[in-house]
């Protein structure tokens, strides 16, 4: 299984940005997608994630309280993608940006996948 993101990039302050990650490879079910981030020195944080309901339980979503109301986290699940859309972004939010995934490729368990960051850089 393969994770590919996109979307980073310089943006201003109060701007807008989208991040998009798709996964690849030998999928049963993705149990979720969601999104880190991490700055040099400091441990990689949630960002938002969306776990995939089951036949007892909804879809969710997670999000840093940092990112709340400014960051919307969707997914495609035809096409085993996730998305990011980071408003008003601050230059608290400039960081690397990690797609995640946790993946069933057999019914017995599931693993998790990383995918190389993208830079994400805000100017104030």
């Known amino acids: 299984v393969q994770l590919q993101a996109s979307g980073g990039g310089f943006v201003q302050a109060g701007g807008s940005l989208r991040l998009s990650c798709v996964a690849s490879?030998?999928?049963?079910?993705?149990?979720?997608m969601g999104w880190y981030r991490q700055v040099p020195g400091k441990q990689r944080e949630l960002v938002a994630m969306?776990?995939?309901?089951?036949?007892?339980?909804?879809?969710?979503?997670r999000y840093a309280d940092s990112v709340k109301g400014r960051f919307t986290i969707s997914r495609d699940f035809a096409k085993n993608a996730v998305y990011l859309q980071m408003n008003s972004l601050k230059p608290e939010d400039a960081a690397v940006y990690f797609c995640?995934?946790?993946?069933?490729?057999?019914?017995?368990?599931?693993?998790?996948?990383w995918g190389r960051g993208t830079l994400v850089t805000v100017s104030s």
């Open positions: 490879g030998s999928i049963l079910r993705v149990n979720g």
């Open positions: 969306h776990t995939t309901g089951t036949m007892l339980t909804e879809d969710s979503t």
């Open positions: 995640h995934a946790q993946i069933s490729d057999n019914p017995w368990d599931s693993r998790h996948y």
